[in-house]
Structure formats: C-alpha cells, structure tokens
C-alpha cells in the first residue's frame, strides 16, 4: 500500500492556483500558515488531498489529528488512510 | 419561442466597506484582496424589503425600454428572504408595479442556483400557457440573516435585485439545463429559525469543486455544444478563489470567466444576471454557459444563445 510522503504534499501545493508560495520555500516541519498559506489555501490542499488518497478529512479529522506542517499533514493523511482500510496501489495522479 | 431581452439592476448605493472590518476579523488584506475579492458589501436602505429592490430592478428595467407594464402577464420572485413568510413576495410586487388583474405571480425559493432553475421555470410556464410578457426577479437581502461577528459571511454578502424581461422578441434563447442536488449537505448554507445565517465554507468549496464541472459537462451533453464554443462563462459570483478555483479545475480560460463583484459582494441568486446585462446589445458574445451553485446544496447550468 503507497503512503502518502513530503513529495505527495508538495506537490500539491504546488498545484493550488491561489499559492504564490515557492515550494522549495517551504520548510516541511513548520506551520504552513506561517509560511504564507492561509485557511483558503489549505481548504483546497485538503481538497486534492481527499482526491488523490481517496480519503474524506471531516471536521472530526481535522480536530483529532494535527495538520499545520507538511510533516503533519503526511503523517495524518496517512493515519486516515490506515484507519479507513484505503488500500489502492497507488495514489490517483 | 421565449427568451431574455432585457435586464434591470439594482445594486443600492449605500456600501459597508470590508477594509474597515479586516482588523475585527483578523484577515489580511491581501486575504480580502486575493481570496475573498470583495472590497464592499451593498445594503439596503433600513426598512426596505425585498420587494423594494424589486422594484428599484423593475424601474432600471423600464429605462432600458422594452418592458409595457400593462402587458406582463407573468412575473416570479426568486427568493429565499422575501419581505414575509406569507404572501408570496411577487403579490407585492405585483401590487406595488400596479399590474393586470391577469397576471400570474410566483415565487421560486431558491438560492444561488436560483436564477438558472427560474429561467427554465419561467420559459416553461409561459410557453405552456401562451403568456407572452413575463418579468423575473432576483431579490434576496442577506443582510437582513447575516451575524456581523461571524467573518465567514459578513464580507461576502451584498444586497441586490434584478429584473429580466422574457418575450417573444428576445435577444438569447433559454437552451437547456442540467442540474444536481445534495440534500445531504442542506445544513452546510442554513438560516435555522430565530438563527443567523451559518455557512460552511469547506462543504459549499468542496462540493462546487466536485459537483459544478460534472453538472456543466453533462449541460454541453445535453445541448449538443463543446466547451470551445462557450464565449462566456457566468458562474455564481461566490468569491474570488471559488471563481479562481473552478475556472483552474476545469482548464478555463481566465478572461471567459468575469468576477466583478469588487464593489458589492456575493448577491445570491443576483450574482449571475448583473454580470449577464453586461452582454444584452454586445454581439461578441454568441454562446453563454450559466451556472448557479450553493443553497441547497444545490447546482444548476444552462446555455444561452444569441438568437
């Protein structure tokens, strides 16, 4: 089963339109919201998150487990994957 | 065949300016700028109702010319904050523009999918009934459900009223339209009685992004047109990254897409005829695709062409 990693993330980003953020900028274990992605940005990174790992980030998800750094993001959309028997190959493109 | 030939607007003057609320809500103004996209919100005057704006609408429409108030024999209010619970709001308007005895009046209480749903309502019925004159109305003031604490809403929605005019002599045929539904998600854009105005903007993001390109594909299927023959496309005017975020998902060019709604905000199901008066009398655009999504959850497209 293919886990989600930094590059994954990034990569999503980096696809968001509305980022202007560089992503060679990023520092993967600092809060992205202090790096210049706000709440809008994040909302369409979840987005593409949910789509590429077929998983759903609900509200519950988003309390119960940390998702301001890139770190943070992999280890939680990896932690949702687990918990919801997500067992593709590998990730939709 | 029963088309648009005309459109009336009333955007009020009176504005709130979202800068002056950027510090109570903790946004940056490039936020506002980049992402929300609206820089005022219009009011109405205080004591004003629904059927006020559409009448300020109706009287711009009467300017433009076209429209005999003695021969409308159809008109419908699309609303979901009309000026009572009960009578319906276009029996108010039907009597403060002074209309036939014979006149049907409706409401439709629908949100920002609301002008879409009510164009194919209203061809329809009139169509099916030999009415001949008919005038629409988009009339929702948020204002009145809106929590000014709640920064969600507060800098997105702006009073507005519109009133199309659909006849025989026309300027667009109503092509078809194609629609969808999220009952489930009903509570994701929600005023609860003796509540305010909640919105989750995740939801309604989320389900614009998934359902809108879907719904407008199946709306070239069905009206036998391809997505390079759309000169315009009107979407809902939400805010700025929602418009910013469809047009990228479905590979859009930018400058088909118009958002102005810098000066005024998010006007409910108001949002889309505003922009669509910009095109009656210009002959660039030949081929226009509209699309309403949110209350609801709900989404409805349509295509227009110039006759």
């Given amino acids: ?18 980022i202007s953020v560089d992503v060679n900028d990023i520092a993967p274990d600092e809060d992205l919201n202090a790096q210049g992605i706000d709440s809008v940005d994040m909302m369409s990174v979840f987005f593409e998150i949910e789509d590429r790992f077929s998983i759903t980030i609900d509200e519950e998800s ?32 | 065949m029963i088309g648009i030939q005309q459109i009336g607007v009333y955007i009020p003057d009176r504005k709130i300016e979202n800068a002056t609320k950027r510090n109570a809500h903790n946004i940056t103004k490039e936020f506002l700028e980049n992402k929300i996209g609206i820089q005022s919100v219009s009011r109405m005057t205080d004591g004003e109702k629904a059927s006020d704006l559409c009448v300020h609408a109706f009287a711009d429409l009467l300017a433009k ?12 209010v699309c609303t ?8 319906q709001t276009s029996a108010i308007v039907h009597e403060k523009l002074g209309l036939q005895y014979t006149c049907a ?14 164009l194919l309502v209203a061809r329809s019925f009139m169509e099916s009934n030999d009415l001949r004159c008919g005038v629409i109305f988009t009339s929702d003031p948020y204002s ?35 629609f969808g539904t999220d009952g489930e998600k009903h509570a994701a854009l929600i005023k609860r009685n003796n509540e305010k105005l909640f919105m989750d903007g995740r939801s309604i993001y989320n389900f614009a992004l998934r359902t809108v390109p879907h719904n407008i594909q199946n709306c070239f299927e069905v009206n036998g047109i391809s997505p390079e023959m759309v000169d ?35 006007t409910v199901s108001s949002s889309i005829p505003i922009i669509l008066k910009d095109y009656i009398g210009d002959q660039s655009a030949e081929t226009l695709l509209l699309s309403g999504f949110g209350v609801g959850l709900s989404v409805a497209s349509l295509v227009l062409r110039r006759r």
């Fill in chain 1, 1 to 18: 089963m293919r886990k989600a990693n930094r590059e994954d993330i990034f990569e999503i980003i980096q696809s968001v339109g509305s």
């Fill in chain 1, 62 to 93: 988003l309390q119960n487990k940390t998702w301001f750094t890139v770190d943070e993001i992999v280890e939680s959309t990896n932690s949702l994957m687990s918990e919801k028997g997500v067992s593709s190959e590998a990730p939709r493109p």
């Fill in chain 2, 65 to 76: 010319g076209g429209a005999q108030p003695q021969r409308i024999d159809f008109i419908c």
């Fill in chain 2, 80 to 87: 979901q904050n009309g000026d009572y619970r009960l009578p």
């Fill in chain 2, 105 to 118: 009046a409706m409401d439709i209480g629908l949100g920002c999918s609301g002008y879409v749903y009510m």
């Fill in chain 2, 144 to 178: 009145t459900i809106i929590d000014p604490a709640d920064k969600n809403t507060d800098l997105l929605f702006g009073d507005a009223a519109t009133a199309t005019l659909l006849a025989d002599d026309a300027e667009y045929d109503i092509g078809k339209g194609a």
């Fill in chain 2, 232 to 266: 315009v496309f009107i979407f809902h005017q939400a805010s700025k990254f929602l418009i910013d975020a469809l047009a990228q998902k479905m590979k859009i060019d930018t400058r088909k897409v118009p958002f102005r709604i810098q000066h005024y905000g998010n």
